[in-house]
Structures are given as C-alpha cells and as structure tokens.
C-alpha cells in the first residue's frame, strides 16, 4: 500500500473527469443534466488548486482545500454536499498524516452527518447517502471483524455498488429528480453514482 | 449546437462583460466576481435586496439591478446555482448597514449555496435574512417532493420586495412583504422544444414535432404530461385553470398577470396567449390590474411560455406600481 492524501485526491479527481459524460447523461435523465459537468470543473479547480499546494501539507489541510474549492467551484447541489463532506472530514484530519481504519471510519462518519445536514436528506431518499451509509456500515462491520484496511475498502465498496443499484429501484424525494415521482425508478442517481466512484477510486487505488 | 458563442466556458463571464458594458448607467461588476451590482452601491438608508441562479435565465437576474427592484444579482454557470463565496461577496457589497435580504429560488442546490452564504456573511456580523420562491403550481407540493419550483413569478418577488426595500422599511418589514407576494403568486409554464445547454452541447430533452411538455421548468426539468400540440387558447386555458384550482379567485378581486416567453416564443405569439388570459380572469370577474407580457424569466432558447398571476391588495398593488429603473424593467 501506497499513498499520500495528495495523490489519492488527485486520482478521485481525475476519475469523476474521466466520468463525466456518464455523470452528466445520468442527470439528464432525471435532473437537470449537470453533475458531471459540475464536478468536472469542481475536480479541475481542486487539482489546480493541489498543485500550488506544497506537497508536505497534512492530511486536514489537504481535505479542507478540497473541500473549500469544491464549495467554490462547483455550485449546484453538489459543491456544497461534497463541500461539506470534504470539509467535515479535514476536521478530524489536522495533524495527520497516516490513516488508520478507525480514524478513516469516523471520517466518513462525519462527512455523512455533514451531507444530511446541509441536504436535510436522510437513506431511501435516491441520493448520495443511499451510498454513502451502507458503506460506512460495512467498513465499520469489517472493522469490528478484525479485516484489514484494504478488505473493509472492499466491503464498503461492494455495499457501495449495491446502494447505487439499489437507487434504480426507489423514487426520489430530493433535489430535482423528486419532481419526476414514480418516473424516476429505473434511474441510478448521478449523485450516488459519483460517490461510489470516489471509493472504489480510493479501493483502487489503495490496491496497487 | 448552434450558438453565438466563442467558448461555452466563457458564456457567463463575456455575458457579464457585455451587460456592465451596455448599463454602465445601472450596473457594476464586482471585481473577480460574477455579481453585478446597482452602480452606487450600497444604496444607504435602505435593505439591499440580492437574487440570483444560474445562469440562462436573462433578464433575470441581473437585468432587474436598479432602483426599485434588485441592489445585486450573482450568476452561476448555465442553470447551475452559483456558489457561495460568489453571494457572499454581493451580500457585502450592497449591505448599507441595514441588511440583506436574498431572494431564491426553490431549487436544492440554490437554497444550500445562498444558506452557506448566509452562514459567511453572518459571522461577519452582517444582517442577512431570506425569502424562498415556490410559484411553480405545475409541480407537486407535498412530502414526497422538495416543493414547488420557483418560476417567472420570481420577477414579480423582485419588484414589489425592491420597491418595499426603496422606502427605507426594516428588514422583517421586506421580508414580510416578500412573503406575501410568494404566498399571492402561482405560475405554471410549457415547452413546445427544447434547449441546449452550451457546456452539455446537445439538447436537455427531446420533444417530438408535435408533442409539447405542460408544466415544463425553466431547466428543461419534466412538467406533469406531454400532449400533442393544441390551440393556443386550449393551451392557456388548462395553464390557467392549473393556477385557478390552486388559487381560487373571485369576482371583484385584482391580479397581476405575467406571460412570460421562455426565450424563443414570439411576442406574437405571447400576446394571442394574454389575450386569452384576459378573457378567462374576465369572465370570473377578475380585474386585471397589470399585465407583463415579454421575456423576463427566460430558459435559453426553449420555445415556450408561463403564465404568473399575483393576487393584489392595497399594499401589494401600491408597491407593484411603484417606479423602477432597471436595464429589463423601467416602470414611471
């Protein structure tokens, strides 16, 4: 296993630009066909602005960039959700700079607190946290299991990808998709759809 | 994707540029920002009134900065909310000491970027309150959804709150106006075909020759139906009736009305519409205190209309027809 923040923050990055165009045609059918191109741009300010950053930064200081320039690049519903997330998550990352699976735990933890804060969002609702919470119960029951960092990764990510086939199934009762009602079953939220993208970037990442 | 554009990257930005250009008379850009200001900003001695979205919208929002209507607009990406570093800087620079009030519109990503806003400005000590518009009777407004959109009747908070804020009232006396103006407002709009946004390329959605969306948003976002193409007056009378069945009105009671072009209908084809309207308030014994017929809340290059109507009283029709001075509305 590899890895600073830095890097792994560049790769996340670049892998919502790579999913642009699948972001923004996934919003397209039930939004307002932007996330992608929202976060596209949110993720090329971010790695703009990593770049400036000196490489040395802790792992807090990191996350809070990304979480600033995200709030202030990406606009729409996304910029301050995951805003939010980024910034809620530094908090518990200021002097670090090593993870380890409890601390990683409790910042997903606190990102999610964050996200249904600011969307007055709770699971079932066909959002990010549809994702984002099987996920961290599934890395916290691994955890408990005794599993090692990379096979708690793996179980978050696999209840991740179910969570994300488990939004095609649901009607959504946030953002602009809840006008759609029962239309929206069938559709796979762009939302929860770039959330799993993160971690299994992270997963991936991590692996190698 | 036929556009006069040169990047679509850099449509907000060069739009801005041209309209501080064209209304150096009215408007003030803020340095580094995409928040055009009234230009002796800010006004002393009364609230500054901001709104904003995304961007696509033209006129609105910043061609309603002027006396009597807006102190500030901030624009985002094409239909995208700006974000919240870009209201906190036109919160600042229209804030005469009196406070702010923001005007938004009903959409997730709008209330939580001008909310963060808030949170900015308010640990600066700086006053700031907000109204949210929800006009849009086209949508559902229960549990089940996060409430009505907010549409053209937008124009109608801008002008009455802008013309509350001129006399010099308190914050929760605009407010309180505001209020009153979105609980008296209903819009509800169609879409004969589509539009294209310049970053995505290709059209939002897909309407067939003779198909038409009723209820369609001012994002392209779905209406209640699709229907095959009618008549004009079939068309109006089952937007107006929409509207009637949420707000019942009767005789001897006065409106305002709004038909407001989604950016490619004529004013032509705006005005065969009005005189419809007229003609079914008439006959319910309606009196027509106003009219608004053009395009004020537009959606790109969509072909399409909405039509707004505001239930008025004493209050809200003094302030209705009060003066304004802006680059999209002028009223003496």
């Known amino acids: 296993m590899k890895g600073s923040i830095y890097e792994v923050m560049a790769v996340i990055g670049q892998a919502i630009i790579n999913n642009k165009q699948l972001l923004t045609d996934l919003d397209a059918a039930i939004g307002d066909g932007d996330h992608g191109i929202n976060m596209a741009r949110g993720f090329e300010a971010v790695g703009a602005k990593l770049q400036s950053l000196e490489p040395d930064k802790d792992i807090g200081t990191i996350l809070k960039t990304v979480g600033m320039t995200l709030i202030t690049s990406v606009g729409g519903a996304s910029g301050p959700l995951y805003g939010t997330a980024f910034l809620r998550a530094a908090n518990l990352g200021l002097g670090r700079y090593e993870l380890d699976k409890e601390i990683a735990a409790n910042m997903l933890a606190v990102a999610i607190t964050g996200i249904k804060e600011r969307g007055k969002a709770t699971r079932g609702e066909k959002t990010m946290l549809d994702v984002l919470e099987p996920a961290y119960d599934a890395f916290v029951e691994a955890a408990g299991a005794q599993k090692s960092l990379i096979e708690c990764l793996e179980s978050a990510c696999e209840s991740a990808r179910l969570g994300v086939e488990f939004t095609k199934t649901i009607v959504a009762t946030k953002g602009r998709a809840s006008y759609l009602g029962e239309r929206s079953i069938g559709h796979q939220d762009p939302g929860a759809t770039s959330s799993y993208i993160m971690l299994q970037t992270l997963l991936e990442y991590i692996r190698c | ?332």
């Open chain 2, 1 to 332: 994707m036929k556009k006069v554009i040169n990047v679509a990257e850099h449509v907000v930005e060069e739009m801005l540029q041209g309209m501080a250009l064209a209304h150096p008379q009215y408007l003030r850009r803020v340095e580094g920002f995409d928040v055009l200001v009234r230009v002796n900003s800010p006004v002393g001695g009364k609230v500054g009134v901001v709104s904003g979205g995304g961007s696509g919208h033209e006129p609105a929002h910043a061609g309603f900065v002027g006396r009597g209507m807006l102190d500030g607009a901030i624009a985002g990406a094409v239909f995208t909310s700006p974000t919240p570093d870009q209201v906190y800087e036109a919160i600042k620079a229209v804030d005469s000491g009196g406070g702010v009030l923001l005007i938004i519109k009903n959409y997730s990503g709008d209330v939580m970027n001008f909310e963060m806003a808030i949170e900015m400005a308010s640990a600066e000590g700086i006053t700031v309150d907000k109204v949210i518009v929800d006009d849009d009777v086209a949508v559902e407004n229960s549990t089940w959804t996060i409430g009505r959109r907010g549409i053209a009747g937008t124009v109608f908070v801008h002008k009455i709150t802008g013309a509350k804020a001129e006399t010099g009232a308190v914050l929760p006396e605009v407010k309180r106006v505001a209020e009153k103006v979105i609980a008296n407002v209903r819009s509800m709009g169609m879409a004969l075909d589509s539009c294209t946004v310049p970053a995505a390329g290709k059209p939002s959605f897909i309407l067939e020759e003779n198909e038409i969306e009723i209820g369609m948003g001012i994002h392209g976002e779905p209406g209640t139906h699709r229907e095959s193409i009618s008549t004009a007056d079939e068309i109006t009378t089952h937007l107006v009736n929409k509207i009637l069945a949420d707000m019942p009105l009767s005789s001897g009671e006065e409106v305002a009305v709004m038909v407001n072009g989604l950016g490619a209908t004529t004013l032509m084809e705006l005005y065969v519409v009005n005189r419809k309207v007229a003609d079914l308030l008439g006959n319910k014994g309606v009196k027509i205190t106003k009219t608004y017929v053009g395009n004020y809340m537009t959606s790109l290059e969509m072909a399409g209309f909405s039509v707004s109507v505001l239930k008025l009283d004493s209050e809200l029709k003094e302030l209705l027809f009060a003066q304004a001075d802006t680059p999209a509305l002028v009223q003496f």
